[in-house]
């Protein structure tokens, strides 16, 4: 029985069962842990914060956000609860309010090492919807320093407050006493400009932009730039031909015994008469005759026209860029001289300044309403050189909304496709599209997407994104909701 008994009794676990049992509990503790942080992960994603992303290092210094944008009417509209909301607003700085996006840590450094430096002056009474694009589309391609001689809805104390906080900008305002400085300038006592003087409109402003440049040379001077240029905010340089998208190479590539080189001049070939935003809606110019055959000029003369009265509809001698030197004196808006020789010059073969001009419907009532001359054939040509912006002018001030809208139909938009084909086949016409400013860029999973930034006048715009953006120096983990900017939203739209 003792035997029996001895039998029967429970046996104490063995080592054996121990182990397995510690195993199977570790196993199952494996294969549950990175099922909850991924399902943790999840949800924080789908809510659309609390995720620590490597993009919050782009998050925003208070000490670079622009003045005035607090206070912006748009700053609240539509932000409530949103999901979206709340990754945007840490990156933007603070809570719902919109700024201006320009970040600590990713400028534009172009002030310490890079060469040639390079600067652009203006004379302008746009506004931010117009100086802005211009102005940072520039900078990507290489400008660090702009003079910005301001008037009109320039100087107002809003636009003016956003533009003096940009590193690398100095706007200069028409007071009593730059009129004074400028009324004491040697080009007063000189011929080359002399059939200009005291003459209204388009012959004042050719004048001014004149003794603005020479300032704006004593400016280059003093800043340490290389090369000056002179645009107007309507235009846009186009470094083709460089060994990369860059104006700054264009020049550094440029041998050191040239004195000033020259852009041809592209015109803008609007297909609608809706255009709003020409930088981003158009893409089909006509290339200037510097860069076509004899054969194909003339051959096609009459039908690129189409019954006005030049080849282009205003200037066609293009834009220049002179080396920052001793004795540089400006020879008119379009080009440089100097005063103790003869500038070494040269024509680029395929870079070109980009020339919007009458882009937009409404350019014709602007232009009208910056001149007060009488809409005659002969007090026009009292106050405008060319022949288009002659007759525009009058039919700005004498016609109907409807009349006009006809006439900028039948003369400015490019509605028939056939002749559109043809002449782009022929050289005539061509697609430009960089400077609609699409990049491409790695995210941090190895793929490419395609970024573009416009300023259209949205409401809200809501798309995902992934990756780091440029030119107004965008970037946001899931989506950049809405930044709105003296009451213009900027958006941003991401494709895959």
Known sequence: MAGLHTALRPQPPSSAANNHSFIAKLLLLLTLLPLSLALFAFFLQW??????????????????????????????????????????????GHSNTASFPYF????????????????????????????????????????????????????????????ESIPGVKVIYRTKELEEQQARSRIWNETWLSSFFYKPCNYELFVKQSLNMEMAIVMARDAGADWIIHLDTDELLHPAGAREYSLRQLLLDVPGNVDMVIFPNYESSVERDDIKEPFTEVSMFKKNYDHLTKDTYFGMYKESTRGNPNYFLTYGNGKSAARVQDHLRPNGAHRWHNYMKTPNEIKLEEAAVLHYTYSKFSDLTSRRDRCGCKPTKEDVKRCFMLEFDRAAFIIASTATEEEMLNWYREHVVWTDRTLNLKLLRKGILTRIYAPMVSFTF???????????????????????????????????????????????????????
């Open 442 to 496: 790695p995210n941090q999973f190895g793929r490419k997407r395609v970024f573009h930034l416009t300023n259209r006048l949205a409401r809200v715009s809501d798309h995902h994104s992934g990756f780091e953006g440029v030119w107004c120096i965008w970037c946001c983990h899931c989506i950049c909701s809405r930044i709105s900017l003296q009451g213009q939203v900027f958006s941003i739209r991401c494709d895959q």
């Open 47 to 92: 809510r659309g914060g609390g995720v620590d992303d490597p993009i919050s290092r782009w998050s925003l210094d208070e000490s670079h956000k622009f003045p005035g944008m607090d206070s912006s009417p748009l700053a609240t509209v539509g932000h409530s609860s949103s999901s979206h909301s709340s990754d945007c607003s840490m990156l933007l």
């Open 104 to 163: 600590r840590d990713w400028k534009f450094e172009f002030e310490s090492d890079l060469k040639p430096k390079i600067c652009i002056t203006t004379s302008t009474a746009a506004g931010l919807e117009q100086i802005l694009p211009w102005m940072f589309y520039h900078k990507v391609v290489g400008v660090s320093t702009f003079f910005l001689f301001v008037e009109g809805k320039a100087a107002s104390p809003a636009v003016a407050k956003v533009l």
